[in-house]
């Protein structure tokens, strides 16, 4: 049995109830994909099985599954009340539903400390405020707005920590493999961290567009960590 140490706990992990769990995630993730608004009827049931599983960092594929799947299901429920198809439904309800998993994704990018995984969180909430960033209130924009300074935060840090490591590194002819390796990972780190200021800026398009002049104070609080983005970006299409 495989065992993960949580604060000072050794905790065991029954795989095969894991792997379970990230079968059903992924035929869910397939069911909305495939039959949209008409999955309807299950979505309650499903988001309340599957926002939980957002804790559940331990095991990669699982979160993954579940992480893909919300924003399907808000999206369904959206065009289920517009095409008028889920009776008894109407705004209100995919408010709710905007209220219970845009929150929970904003709870998993702020805890996940992978790039990659980051990456994919904040791509899945971006996907959310495409359908439903009109029905967001004040206090779930500004936890997006201080989710986005700490993405930028980790970013700026990251790209400190790499030029420091690199200005360190004195290589000879006996590493030059290495070196090879450490550039071809330098890249990669960069196409990650180039993929998430794009992000990032989706999200601020979003909000600005959505909120116009209200969202200028949420910006006025973003310049600072903002700059940095810009001035990167003017590097890179200066070069």
């Known amino acids: 049995m495989p065992f993960i140490t949580l604060w000072s706990l050794r905790c065991g992990i029954k795989t095969s109830v ?69 009776q008894g439904l109407n705004e209100t309800y995919v408010k709710q539903l905007s209220d219970y998993i845009i929150p929970a ?19 899945k909430v971006s996907k959310c405020l495409k359908i439903s960033a009109p029905l967001l209130d004040e206090g779930q924009v500004q936890s997006i707005v201080d989710e986005i300074k700490k993405v930028l935060t980790d970013s700026l840090n990251r790209k400190r ?49 959505t909120f116009k002049a209200a969202f200028l104070p949420f910006f006025d609080e973003l310049s600072s960590y903002l700059m940095p983005m810009w001035v990167g970006a003017s590097s890179l299409f200066s070069t």
């Open 18 to 86: 894991i792997e379970e769990k990230t079968i059903a995630c992924q035929l869910l993730r397939d069911y909305v994909h495939d039959l949209k608004e008409d999955f309807h009827p299950w979505i309650d049931q499903a988001t309340q099985a599957l926002v939980p599983l957002l804790k559940l960092r331990c095991h990669e594929e699982l979160w993954v599954a579940a992480i893909s799947t919300l924003p399907k299901m808000l999206r369904s429920a959206k065009v289920a009340v517009e095409k008028g198809i889920a």
């Open 105 to 123: 994704l904003v709870e998993a990018l702020h805890k996940e400390t992978d790039t990659e995984l980051c990456l994919g969180a904040l791509q």
């Open 161 to 209: 920590e790499q030029a420091e490591r690199t200005k360190s590194e004195d290589f000879d002819a006996e590493e030059s493999a290495e070196d090879s390796d450490a550039e071809e990972s330098d890249f990669n780190n960069e196409e990650f961290e180039l993929e998430h200021k794009i992000e990032v800026g989706e999200i601020l398009r979003m909000l600005i567009e």
